[in-house]
C-alpha cells in the first residue's frame, strides 16, 4: 500500500502546509515564532501528526548551454536562460537535493479541523491547502523481514525516537535529521496528555526512578536515572505551577532506497545524528510493517515520551523553505546549509520595501564577481543595466551582453554635455557646479558673471551650445577674464573632449559600463557630475525596469556629485521601477552621509567576509547573532550572507558555465564558479 492510500484509509484529513525556515531568521523573530508554536500547542484538544517527507528532485534531460561568443549579434537573453537551465539540471546530477514538504494530518473527529489549521496557520505565519495524501515513498506488494521492509522494487527501513535528545536544544534541530540526504517519511506524533493523568503517571515513574536509584547507589550511581528523574519532576513542576501543559510525543521514520545496503547507509547515517545529540532512534526490529504505518501516520506509535509545551515547540519541522527557482528573477548561488540554489527578485513589491541591493564585503570577496552575476542575470531577465565602475572590472561582461564600455579617459564615441542633459532649468546651476569643480572655488563677483554668461547663452538654444561657449562672453568682462582663463584649459584639447563636447550621452542597449579609473585625479570630480546628471536623468526617463550598479563606492566618498546621485537613486528610483546595487568594503562606508542613506533604503543587503570589528558593527546593524557574526568573519571568496527583513540565508556564489565566461573570459570546467 502506499503512503497515500494508508493515510486515506484511516479517514483523517491532510494538510500540506509551508512555512518559515526558522533557521535563517535573526534570533528574535526565530523566539516569536516558536513562542506563537507553543502558543498554539497549549490551545491544542486534539491528538495530530506532522510529517516531513523528503524526496529528491528528479532530473529532466540536460540542454547543453550554447557558448555564445562575446559580441554577437542578437539579444543574449536567450543564450543567458539556456545557460542557466543548463547550470540547475547539471547542479543536480553533481548535488543530489531534496525537497521536504510538510504535512499536517488530523484524525477524523467529526469536523473542527479547518479551525485548528487556520489557527496555526495565522499563529505561526505558515500557507497551505488540503492534499489528496503524503506523496508515496514505495508503491506496491508489501513483503515483510526482521529488519526491513520490500515494497515494490525498493527497501524501506524504520526506526523510533528511543531517547530524547541529552543536550539543550533550541527550535530547529530537527534540521540534524531532516538534512540527511535521503528519501524518508518522519513523522512526529504529538497528543495532549490530561493535566491530573499525566501528574499521576509522572508520579508513578518517579516513583519507580527512585526505587531504581537507591538499588544503583550502591554500584555507584547511574546519572541517566538521575537525569530522568530530574525530568520527571521538572514536569512535575510545570503542571503544578501552570506554566505548561504536558504531552506525549513520538518519532518514527522511514527511510527508503533502490538497495538495502543503501538503506543501512542512511540508517547509520540517521542514527549517528541523533546519537551526536544524546540521543537515540532505535531501528523497529521484528516490527518493520507497524513502524512503516507510524511514519504516515495510519497507526498510533507504540512508544511515546513525555514532554512539556516548550520542549515541544522545539520540534518546529519547517526547515526548508526554498523552492527552485523560476526563470524570472535572479539565480545568485546556492545555499549553503540546504544546497538549493538562491534567488532574488529586487522588485517584488509585495515582500520588499524597496528594490536597492547593498553589497559590503573586504577586498577579495568577490564583491565585483557578484554584481556582474546580477547585471548578467538583469540582462537575461530583459532589463537594462548601467554600471559605475571606478576600478574598471566590468568591461568584459558588458561587451560580451551585447552592451558597451565607455572608459571616460579614452575619448568615448559619445559625449556628456552639461548644457544638455538633465532638466532644462537646471543646467545654469549643474554648468556653475561643474566650473566650480573643474577650476576651483569661484568668488561672488565670477558667480555673477558665470550665471549671467549662461542665462544669455540658454536663451537661444543651440544642440552645438558646450561648455566652451562661455569662454568669450566671459572674456568680454573684467569679472570674468580670470575665470576664463582658468576654464579654458578645461574646454580645449583632451580635457574638452570629455567637458565640452556636445552629446546627451550614450543609449544603454542591455548594458553599459562607465570607467572611471584610469582618468586624472584632478578630472574624476568633473567627470562624475557628468555622469551623475546623465544617468539621473536616464533613470527618471526610460521606460522599462533597470538595474544600477555602483562598485567600489567606497572610493568615492569624498565625491559630492556621487553621493549625490547615490541619496537621489537609494531615495527615488523604485518609483522609476529600477533597481540600486551599491558595493563597498567596509561597513564604516555606510556610515553617515549617502552611504548610511543607500543602507536605509536597501531592503536587501548582502554581507561577506570581515575583520572582527567590521564584523561587529554589521551585527549591531543588521540584527544578526553570535553565530553568524562569526560566519561573517571566517567567510571565504564568494560567501556571503543575505540579509532581507528578518531573513538571513548564507549562500555560495555560483554562476552558470556562460556567466562565468563572459565575467571572467575564461571557460570554467564546471558549471559553478570556483574561487581563484
Request: hydrophobic fraction near 45%.
Amino acid at each position: 500500500m502506499s503512503a497515500a492510500s494508508a493515510e486515506s484509509s484511516a479517514g483523517a484529513s491532510c494538510w500540506r502546509l509551508a512555512g518559515a525556515d526558522l533557521l535563517e531568521l535573526t534570533s528574535s523573530a526565530r523566539e516569536r515564532l516558536a513562542t506563537a508554536f507553543a502558543g498554539w500547542l497549549d490551545q491544542l484538544e486534539t491528538g495530530l501528526t506532522l510529517v516531513a517527507c523528503s524526496r529528491r528532485l528528479t532530473m529532466e534531460p540536460a540542454i547543453p548551454a550554447p557558448m555564445v561568443e562575446a559580441g554577437a549579434a542578437g539579444y543574449p537573453g536567450a543564450a543567458l536562460e539556456a545557460a542557466r537551465l543548463a547550470h540547475l539540471r547539471s547542479d543536480l546530477e553533481l548535488r543530489p537535493r531534496y525537497r521536504r514538504p510538510v504535512f499536517l494530518i488530523l484524525p477524523a473527529a467529526g469536523g473542527g479541523e479547518d479551525e485548528i489549521v487556520s489557527q496555526l496557520a495565522q499563529r505561526c505565519q505558515l500557507t497551505g491547502a488540503r492534499a489528496t495524501g503524503l506523496p508515496a515513498l514505495a508503491e506496491g506488494e508489501v513483503r515483510e523481514a526482521a529488519s526491513a521492509l520490500r515494497q515494490g522494487g525498493r527497501w524501506l527501513v524504520s526506526l523510533r525516537l528511543g531517547r530524547l535528545p541529552g543536550v539543550e536544544v533550541e527550535p530547529g534541530w530537527l534540521w540534524t535529521l531532516l538534512e540527511v540526504a535521503a528519501e524518508y517519511d518522519l513523522a512526529i506524533h504529538i497528543r495532549p496528555r490530561p493535566g491530573l493523568a499525566a501528574d499521576r503517571h509522572l508520579r508513578r515513574r518517579m516513583r519507580g526512578l527512585r526505587a531504581r536509584v537507591l538499588a544503583a547507589g550502591a554500584d555507584g550511581g547511574d546519572p541517566r536515572l538521575d537525569a530522568a528523574l530530574e525530568a520527571a519532576g521538572r514536569l512535575r513542576r510545570v503542571l503544578a505551577t501552570g506554566t505548561g501543559r504536558v504531552f506525549e510525543v513520538a518519532v518514527t521514520v522511514s527511510l527508503g532506497a533502490d538497495s538495502l545496503a543503501e538503506a543501512r547507509a542512511q540508517e547509520r547515517a540517521m542514527r549517528a545524528r541523533m546519537d551526536a545529540l544524546r540521543g537515540n532512534l532505535l531501528p523497529a526490529w521484528l516490527d518493520q510493517l507497524p513502524a512503516r504505518l507510524e511514519s504516515v501516520a495510519a497507526v498510533s506509535p507504540a512508544r511515546w515520551h513525555l514532554v512539556d509545551t516548550i520542549e515541544l515547540a522545539t520540534f518546529w519541522p519547517w526547515l526548508d523553505a526554498g523552492r527552485d527557482p523560476s526563470s524570472d528573477v535572479s539565480l545568485l548561488g546556492r545555499h549553503q546549509r540546504t544546497g538549493r540554489p538562491v534567488a532574488l527578485d529586487l522588485h517584488s513589491g509585495h515582500q520588499l520595501a524597496n528594490a536597492n541591493l547593498g553589497v559590503v564585503a573586504s577586498s577579495g570577496s568577490g564583491k565585483s564577481y557578484l554584481a556582474g552575476l546580477v547585471g548578467l542575470e538583469a540582462v537575461r531577465r530583459g532589463q537594462l543595466v548601467v554600471v559605475v565602475d571606478p576600478e574598471n572590472e566590468h568591461r568584459r561582461w558588458c561587451q560580451a551582453a551585447g552592451g558597451e564600455y565607455l572608459d571616460l579617459s579614452d575619448q568615448p564615441a559619445v559625449g556628456f554635455n552639461i548644457m544638455e542633459l538633465g532638466d532644462p532649468g537646471d543646467v545654469p546651476l549643474a554648468a556653475m557646479e561643474l566650473v566650480g569643480l573643474l577650476c576651483g572655488p569661484l568668488s561672488t563677483a565670477e558667480s555673477g558673471c558665470l550665471l549671467g554668461t549662461l542665462d544669455r547663452l540658454l536663451e537661444t538654444p543651440s544642440p552645438s551650445l558646450v561648455l566652451g561657449d562661455c569662454l568669450q562672453p566671459l572674456q568680454a568682462t573684467s569679472e570674468g577674464r580670470a575665470l576664463a582663463d582658468r576654464l579654458r584649459p578645461w574646454v580645449q584639447g583632451s580635457p574638452g573632449g570629455l567637458f565640452s563636447r556636445p552629446g546627451r550621452g550614450p543609449r544603454v542597449r542591455s548594458a553599459l559600463g562607465i570607467g572611471i579609473r584610469d582618468l586624472p585625479p584632478s578630472w574624476v570630480p568633473g567627470a562624475t557630475l557628468l555622469v551623475s546628471r546623465w544617468l539621473w536623468a536616464w533613470a527618471k526617463s526610460e521606460p522599462g525596469v533597470k538595474q544600477v550598479i555602483v562598485d567600489e563606492a567606497g572610493l568615492l566618498a569624498d565625491n559630492p556629485a556621487l553621493q549625490t546621485l547615490i541619496s537621489q537613486l537609494a531615495r527615488r528610483i523604485r518609483k522609476y521601477r529600477g533597481s540600486l546595487m551599491l558595493l563597498t568594503q567596509a561597513a564604516g562606508d555606510l556610515a553617515g552621509g549617502a552611504g548610511e542613506v543607500a543602507a536605509v533604503n536597501s531592503a536587501t543587503m548582502m554581507l561577506g567576509g570581515q575583520v572582527a570589528a567590521g564584523a561587529l558593527r554589521l551585527q549591531e546593524a543588521f540584527d544578526l547573532d553570535d553565530h553568524q557574526r562569526e560566519w561573517l568573519q571566517q567567510a571565504g571568496r564568494g560567501h556571503f550572507l543575505l540579509v532581507s527583513g528578518t531573513r538571513r540565508c548564507p549562500l555560495l556564489v555560483e554562476a552558470p558555465a556562460l556567466h562565468h565566461a563572459w565575467l571572467t573570459g575564461q571557460t570554467p570546467a564546471g558549471s559553478a564558479w570556483e574561487p581563484h
